[in-house]
């Protein structure tokens, strides 16, 4: 039997651990420093979204999709899944013309899942939407999951594959033993394994650094504002082309507010402050792309701490100091969508050194130029 | 310096007076219409029903406060209508919203929070049905609208407020139909002694309830609600007495409470760490006899920093502003700090025999039925909150990020004290270790900015 350690229960984690306790032959143990989905796996906006994704990251992006549609199928819980769309709205002419070139760029990769609309296509989709949007990018397919339902199904499909979940157990300490093998040292205890995953997060640089290795990456903590339940007025996910906001209506009605606006943010101590005057410039965009919720009343408002990298796609490969270590972590916001493939592909790599899928791009030699 | 205090009840009105006396002029920020508080809170204006009418035996306490309360507002920044939703303790700023729109920042260099209290509820099956409100609200009704809930309303609950509160409704012409106590007398009986303490309110208590007994009012104790029942609003109440049996009493209404919980969300978002106290059930901020708490330049009084009722809030007020006074090096009243700190330490001796008389029917909550509704906001019940507690829910926010429990408008205000109790039971844990709801800001909602 082959050991695994996976650092960090995140969806990220979780995920790893899930692929790779199916495979035969390995033996896995999460250890998450707090609680699985303690940080922006348990608390992100749940967007399952291709739309517009890096050129570098469309490929998994496809893959995951295809596991999304059949989410229940690998985790044996829909997650709350709703195929409602993604629409990126254009709100002039100069902008329209961006989405037409980039839907030509998607296209030319021999991609078809993003589509230009017209206005009487947005209307169509989005019939509460200001007047002044001419035409959106439009994917199909697309949508949204609940983020703490997805974890809590991810871990409970992990479990159930035979992962060990340890919670409470945060790691000071990754060496080689004489015999070969990777010491994952804890307060609480040191665990052996032949194979160490790294999906700590905003802390994996950290881990990364007690292997020996320098990694670009810094820290994000995107905010979200929740309103009052609305009648119904949007089914799918909105975003504008020029500013940042991202927007959704969730089944019970409430509004979901979002988009990467930053709050303060504090690893040391593992908290995040919302910052209001970053939150209302959301606010705002939100209610000029839909009247329809100005004044409502805001719940609550959030963040989540995530890592970023200078390029904002992630770091997924195998360590280059501490072989047998693998990385896969810089989500920079947007791998809520991408972990059940990008788990897949860190289990593969793990279990058989190499991977039919595509995360080539995310290896960590970009950043050495 | 820039002084800020938070609220214009009792405390407030007290602190107020204190800082003007040593020349400060405080900005002065009450969420409600008007000063006053909940206890002492004013009719809207027109109303013409004299303090005796509205306030009984409080009625010189009332007029007294109203009438410093008038008499501070010139003195200081007073802004009324104005919730303060966030604090940001590094920055030393609150953000205020003034008349459900305006929206400003307020810097501060010391602030007094007296941000009072609300009623601590237990959810039974039918508590959402209309007709079903707390006694605080009740009350309030009578007292600054001059309406009633019902004209036949039943009263359930604990504490000195579901005498009072009945009695009051009682004098204004209802005809309550039961008040049912959830304590037993052998309870209130054994904590007697301490209630000597303060004599003249001890024995208002007893004088309410004798006088409830001789207008007809049935009194019962030790006393179990099972349900409210109706079709699309309140009829009825079913209830069980000490000796296990089933009784219906009809009605039109229902008030229900069992004491208070601070509001105490400011103080969290403040900074101010949190203690469990075991004698009220409740989680309260810290601070010292005087208020002071662990963070520098800002003070707490009256019932929002744990509860001790009106008298106390007022002493509270006046003594929180002297040490404020004191700790930045301005003159403050010795005499009255020492006469102050004298009548708060007999007062909290009364409180502890209060709690102790009136305990939160913990085992009620403990023991609700798996469909009760806990969270109404989020429609959330306990049994939701029991597959939550048994899917890693093993604190009271991870079982909220797990459930919704406390997420929606009341932001965990009303729920919070019965989950803490299901999920306590749930996990076989005691209440202490199961924590208490992180402050959010927004601490009510408040409308997207930008958008007024």
């Known amino acids: 039997m082959n050991r695994a350690i996976v650092i960090g229960g995140g969806l990220h984690g979780l995920s790893t651990a899930l692929h790779l306790a199916r495979m035969p032959g390995w033996q896995v143990t999460v250890l998450e420093r707090r609680h699985v989905g303690r940080h922006s796996s348990g608390v992100n906006a749940g967007g399952v979204r291709r739309l517009g994704r890096d050129l570098r990251e469309i490929a998994l992006s496809m893959v995951a999709w295809e596991m999304w549609s059949n989410i229940s199928a690998l985790v044996g819980d829909d997650c709350g899944f709703q195929p409602g769309g993604q629409v990126k709205v254009a709100e002039n002419a100069a902008e329209l013309g961006k989405l037409e070139a980039r839907a030509a760029q998607v296209r030319a990769l021999g991609w078809t899942h993003e589509e230009v609309v017209d206005q009487a296509e947005v209307r169509r989709l989005l019939p509460a939407i200001a007047p002044h949007v001419v035409g959106a990018l439009v994917c199909h397919g697309d949508g949204s999951a609940d983020p703490m339902r997805t974890v809590m199904a991810f871990r409970r499909a992990a479990q159930e594959a035979g992962a060990t979940i340890i919670e409470g157990s945060g790691v000071t300490a990754i060496e080689r033993s004489g015999a070969g093998t990777l010491r994952v040292v804890t307060e609480e205890g040191t665990h052996e394994a032949e194979r160490v995953a790294n999906c700590a997060g905003a802390w994996a640089t950290r881990i990364a650094r007690m292997a020996g290795e320098e990694i670009p990456c810094g820290v994000k903590a995107s905010m979200m504002i929740v309103t009052e339940r609305l009648p119904h007025f949007c089914t799918p996910t909105v975003g504008p082309t020029g500013r940042a906001l991202s927007f959704k209506q969730t089944v019970a009605g409430t509004v979901v507010i979002g988009g990467g606006h930053q709050g303060l943010n504090d690893p040391e101590r593992e908290t995040s402050t919302v910052l209001f005057g970053n939150l209302a410039h959301a606010a705002r965009i939100a209610a000029e792309l839909f009247p329809c919720v100005k004044g409502a009343r805001i719940m609550r408002t959030w963040t989540g701490t995530e890592a970023r990298t200078p390029d904002e796609i992630p770091v997924i490969g195998e360590s280059r100091t501490m072989p047998g270590l693998f990385h896969s972590f810089g989500y920079s916001g947007h791998g809520f969508q991408l972990s059940p493939a990008a788990g897949a592909a860190v289990a593969e790599l793990i279990a058989r050194g190499a991977t039919n899928l595509p995360v080539a791009p995310f290896t960590q030699r970009r950043f050495d130029a | ?452």
């Not at chain 2, 309030?140 to 604990?158: D, H, M, N, S, Y």
């Not at chain 2, 509001?263 to 002071?292: C, M, S, T, Y």
């Not at chain 2, 085992?363 to 049994?383: K, P, S, V, Y």
Request: glycine share 12%; proline share 8%.
């Open chain 2, 1 to 452: 310096m820039r002084v800020v205090v938070v609220g214009a009840g009792p405390a407030g009105v007290r602190a107020v007076e204190q800082l003007v006396r040593s020349g400060i002029e405080p900005v002065w920020i009450e969420e409600a219409p008007d000063g006053g508080g909940r206890i002492y809170q004013r009719p809207p204006a027109g109303f013409r029903r004299n303090h005796r009418a509205i306030y009984g035996a409080d009625a010189k306490r009332a007029r007294a406060l109203h009438a410093a309360l008038e008499a501070l507002k010139p003195r200081a920044d007073w802004r009324p209508d104005t919730l303060v939703w966030n604090i940001r303790p590094r920055e030393r700023l609150l953000d205020t919203q003034t008349a459900g729109r305006r929206r400003a920042t307020v810097e501060y260099d010391a602030l007094i929070l007296c941000t009072g209290a609300m009623d601590r509820i237990l959810p039974i099956p039918g508590w959402t049905l209309p007709g079903v409100t707390t006694l605080g609200g009740a009350q309030i009704a009578l007292k600054a609208q001059g309406v009633g809930i019902g004209a036949r309303p039943v009263f359930i609950g604990t504490g000195p407020l579901l005498v009072l509160a009945a009695l009051q409704y009682a004098k204004a012409g209802a005809t309550p139909a039961l008040v049912l106590d959830t304590t037993a007398f052998a309870t209130k009986a054994m904590a007697s002694a301490g209630l000597l303490w303060n004599l003249p309110t001890f024995v208002r208590g007893l004088r309410y309830t004798a006088a409830l007994r001789l207008r007809g009012v049935p009194v019962v104790e030790d006393a179990t609600p099972i349900a409210i029942e109706g079709e699309g609003r309140a009829t009825a109440l079913r209830w069980r007495d000490a000796g296990w049996r089933e009784h219906v009493t009809p009605c039109d209404a229902v008030a229900m409470g069992w004491g208070l919980k601070p509001e105490a969300q400011l103080a969290d978002l403040a900074g101010v760490p949190f203690r469990f106290d075991e004698l009220g059930h409740n989680w309260i901020p810290e601070k010292d006899g005087a208020g002071r708490t662990p963070v520098p330049g800002v003070y707490l009084a009256g019932d929002g920093a744990g509860i001790g009722g009106a008298e106390v809030a007022e002493l509270a007020g006046a003594r929180a502003a002297l040490a404020l006074l004191e700790d930045h090096g301005l003159p403050s009243d010795m005499v009255l700090r020492a006469h102050l700190d004298g009548r708060l330490r007999t007062e909290a001796r009364f409180r502890a025999a209060l709690e102790r008389a009136f305990p939160y029917p913990a085992d009620l909550a403990r023991r609700m039925d798996d469909a009760t509704l806990l969270c109404r906001c989020e429609a959330i019940t306990a049994g939701d909150l029991r597959s939550a507690a048994r899917a890693g829910g093993s604190e009271v926010n991870r079982a909220k990020a797990l459930s919704r429990i406390g997420m929606g408008r009341c932001q965990g205000r009303v729920c919070g004290p019965p989950a803490a109790e299901v999920l306590s039971e749930a996990l076989g844990l005691p209440l202490e270790q199961v924590g208490r709801l992180r402050g959010q800001p927004p601490v009510k909602p408040i409308p997207l900015p930008g958008s007024a």
